[in-house]
Structures are given as structure tokens and as C-alpha cells.
């Protein structure tokens, strides 16, 4: 069974802080994307990893994969209210190729602070 | 174009009864999953469809959930004799490789609003 832990579990900042979410396994993926969830929504994709140690950035977030593509972590610089919201890591693994089934990790909560 | 949608967006439902929750994929997806989210955290994967292929039902909890998809499109996922820890929001999503953003190994998964399930 894959699993996917993210941490931290919660996270509240103040408006312009900087912050890492991180999201790890045991298990290796051929891929891993990262959604964000506003309350009475579905999970929106932001960025998909697919290359061992790729770097991908969206503005103000930074999401790296990692070089084992076992991890993957998210980085928001100068974080605004906006960016509240549940933050979900989804792998597809190594055996499932060619499958589109998505392991999603355990979810972190961010709250930013005006 | 329209996205995925679900309904009802809320359910609230007596311990025992059946429920039936629907999800309308984008036209042209042939991929359909459900999920479950239970109080604002990760999603737990209940079954997949592919095309005309069997469904992956490896993450149905129990024999008293069951989804079907007619042709290939709408799905309804159906719980029986509901209990309350069976009160989660149920979301549907649906992807195709097509998609522009897919590469060679990747799909992206558009969600439905979900359905709120209360068991009272």
C-alpha cells in the first residue's frame, strides 16, 4: 500500500510569512501533483512533477519534486490570505503506470493570518 | 465548457436508509473516480472506472457501497443501510489523458463540488 504523509498537519501564519509543506513516502512515484481545496469545493490541480529533483514555480509557490521521487515539498513565499485552503499531494505510482489512479496524501490545513 | 457536477450537493439521512449520490463527468472523460473526505482532510479513494473496463473497487469500505456508470458516463455511487460513520463529503472527479496538461504519465483529476452526507 502507498501512502503519502504531509506535514505539518496545520499551519497558521501571519500575512507575508514564508512557509514549506512537505509530502513523503516510503514509496517511489512516477509522478506526483499537488491540489488546493477551498471549503465547499473539489480539489483544483496547481502543478504536476514528473522528473526526479524537477523544480516547478506558479508565482509565488515553488513545488519541488525529489530526486528519489519519493517526496515532494511546496514552498509559498510572502503568503497572502488568498492562499488559505487545504493543500493535497496525489502520486501516481511506479505500478500503476499508465493507470490514472492517484494516491492522495493526508492533507494540510493552511490558514494565513491579515 | 461545464465541469464536473454532483448532486444533491447535500443529503441528510435517517441510520439505516439507502442513499444514492450522482456524478456527471466532463463529456469526454473516460476516466470517473469517487472519493471520500472526512472532516476537511485527505481524500480516501473508493473505486475507478476506465472505459469499458471492470472497475477498480479496491477501495469500496464495504459491501454496502457499490457504484455503477452507465454508458460510460454518469455514475451513481449507492450506500446501503447508512451509518454514521458513513457521514463524509463524497466527491466524484473525472480525468482524460488528453487532457493538455497530461505528459506521458500523468493525468489531472477534475473534481465535483461534492455531496455532503449527514447520518443521523
Known amino acids: 500500500t502507498q501512502l503519502l504523509e504531509q506535514s505539518p498537519q496545520f499551519l497558521s501564519i501571519q500575512e507575508g510569512e514564508n512557509l514549506t509543506v512537505y509530502c513523503n513516502s516510503s514509496s517511489v512515484f512516477s509522478s506526483l501533483q499537488w491540489y488546493r481545496q477551498e471549503p465547499g469545493e473539489g480539489p483544483v490541480l496547481l502543478v504536476t512533477v514528473v522528473t526526479g529533483g524537477e523544480v516547478k514555480k506558479l508565482k509565488r509557490l515553488t513545488f519541488q519534486f525529489g530526486d528519489a521521487r519519493k517526496d515532494s515539498s511546496l514552498h509559498i513565499t510572502a503568503a497572502q490570505t488568498g492562499d488559505t485552503g487545504l493543500y493535497l499531494c496525489?502520486?501516481?505510482?511506479?505500478?500503476?503506470?499508465?493507470?490514472?489512479?492517484?494516491?492522495f496524501g493526508t492533507g494540510t490545513r493552511l490558514t494565513i493570518i491579515p | 465548457g461545464a465541469g464536473v457536477s454532483q448532486s444533491p450537493s447535500n443529503k441528510v439521512t435517517e441510520k439505516g436508509k439507502d442513499v444514492e449520490l450522482r456524478c456527471d463527468p466532463i463529456?469526454?472523460?473516460?476516466?470517473l473516480y469517487w472519493y471520500r473526505q472526512s472532516l476537511g482532510q485527505g481524500l480516501e479513494f473508493l473505486i475507478y472506472?476506465?472505459?469499458?473496463?471492470?472497475?477498480?473497487k479496491s477501495g469500496l469500505p464495504s459491501d454496502r457501497f457499490s457504484a455503477e456508470r452507465t454508458g460510460g458516463s454518469v455514475s451513481t455511487l449507492t450506500i446501503q443501510r447508512t451509518q454514521q460513520e458513513d457521514s463524509a463529503v463524497y466527491l466524484c472527479a473525472s480525468s482524460s489523458p488528453n487532457h493538455p496538461q497530461a505528459g506521458a504519465n500523468s493525468y489531472e483529476q477534475y473534481f465535483g463540488p461534492g455531496t455532503r452526507l449527514t447520518v443521523t
Open positions: 496525489a502520486g501516481e505510482g511506479e505500478a500503476n503506470f499508465g493507470n490514472e489512479k492517484l494516491t
Open positions: 463529456s469526454g472523460h473516460t476516466a
Open positions: 472506472f476506465q472505459g469499458n473496463s471492470a472497475p477498480d
